[in-house]
């Protein structure tokens, strides 16, 4: 328990695996002294969902696990993902239930250059060529879970994946990410598509972009294949502001923004619920890293910026405003781990936005 002052915020924390367990512990001590320092308080549950759970009783959580996060305001991740577990299992036992069941729908990932972290782009990038927000779909599309394996073991072993696309699922997203965009400075938005091969689900993902549009006058917007996209995303940067994905799509392209603005260690990202009717997720764009788990070396700050947008997401906007502007000012001065170059630990880089604060 965080603080004992005014205004209480509900957090369940689910550190999860590998590196995510760091990340988190160190983003626990960042809340600590914000909270002190801003007067809100956070009411902290640990759970122990994940993969060692898993290994030593069968099962990632306990079945009634929607009714234990359900009361909670917000959900703070660290990762998902162990050696000894095949991916699909790891990745549908733990995060991807919770996305769909609570309908945190919006995966919204901020990517921008900042001062101190060399970004991949090219080397006159300044912050203005690379300001986006990456707007996934996040509860259907090809991450729905339909699907199936038939004559397995035999020369004719067939697999299904069955991408659901429905209209009151693209259009809430797409609604979301216009509204977004309307009130950017720059009114830009980008809706990525493969239409041209995906013909059902993805040409009605276009045809609701068409729809809601129509409501948004002043945003400008366009239509970018995939492929085309991700070329769009190296050469031209500037050209992007609001970006709309599926579920598949933002996933690999969430990746791509984070490598060119310099490392997947900082990408943060929010799972939201737009109406607060279930608890929203915030959690890491990166995963578990099992090659550096235990050497307390991981980046926090994807961790710790996603921990900004939960407080921003929970009404507590100066205390988010102050985090974002402590973990900016120690990126700048080069007060960070050893994958934007600099030597500090996990510990260390935390301990430097702590100060900052
Ligand atoms: N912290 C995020 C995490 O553990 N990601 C693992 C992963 O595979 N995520 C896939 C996804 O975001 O859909």
């Known amino acids: 328990h965080i603080n004992n002052m005014t205004r209480t915020h509900r957090i369940a924390v689910i550190p999860g695996d590998g590196i995510g367990i760091e990340t988190v512990a160190a983003t626990l001590r960042v809340l600590e002294k914000l909270s002190a320092l801003e007067n809100f308080s956070l009411d902290l549950t640990h759970f122990d969902y994940g993969s060692a759970r898993y290994k030593s009783t069968g099962s990632y959580t306990p079945e009634t696990f929607p009714d234990e996060l359900r009361p909670y305001d917000s959900i703070l991740f660290g990762a998902v993902g162990d050696p ?148 769009r995303m190296v050469r031209n940067p500037a050209s992007l502001d609001v970006i709309v994905c599926t579920n598949l799509h933002g996933d690999i392209l969430s990746d791509l923004a984070a490598a060119l603005a310099g490392s997947i260690g900082i990408a943060p990202s929010a799972n939201l619920v737009p109406d607060h009717s279930a608890p929203a997720l915030f959690e890491p764009v990166h995963g578990s890293a099992f090659d550096i788990m235990g050497k307390g070396i991981a980046n926090p700050i994807g961790t710790i910026w996603s921990a900004a947008m939960m407080l921003d997401y929970l009404g507590e906007k100066a205390a988010a405003a102050r985090l974002e502007r402590a973990f900016k000012k120690a990126l700048a001065d080069g007060a960070t781990t050893a994958d934007l170059g600099g030597e500090l630990d996990t510990e260390g880089a935390a301990q430097a936005v702590i100060d900052r604060l």
């Open 84 to 231: 000894d577990v095949p991916d699909h299992i790891s990745l549908w036992k733990l995060l991807l239930p919770m996305r769909q069941i609570f309908q945190q729908y919006v995966n919204c990932r901020p990517v921008c250059l900042l001062p101190g972290v060399k970004a991949c782009v090219n080397t006159a990038a300044t912050p203005s060529d690379l300001d986006w927000v990456i707007v996934r779909e996040n509860s259907e599309g090809e991450y729905s879970g339909q699907g199936g394996r038939s004559h397995i073991g035999t020369v004719g072993e067939t697999a299904t994946e069955v991408g659901i696309f429905t209209r009151f699922g693209c259009e809430r997203l797409i609604r979301w990410a216009f509204e977004l965009a309307s009130g950017r400075p720059r009114k830009l938005l980008t809706l990525v598509t493969k239409s041209n091969a995906q013909r059902s689900g993805l040409v009605l993902w276009d045809e609701c972009a068409n729809r809601v549009a129509k409501d948004y006058p002043d945003v400008k917007w366009d239509k970018m294949l995939v492929d085309a996209m991700t070329v």
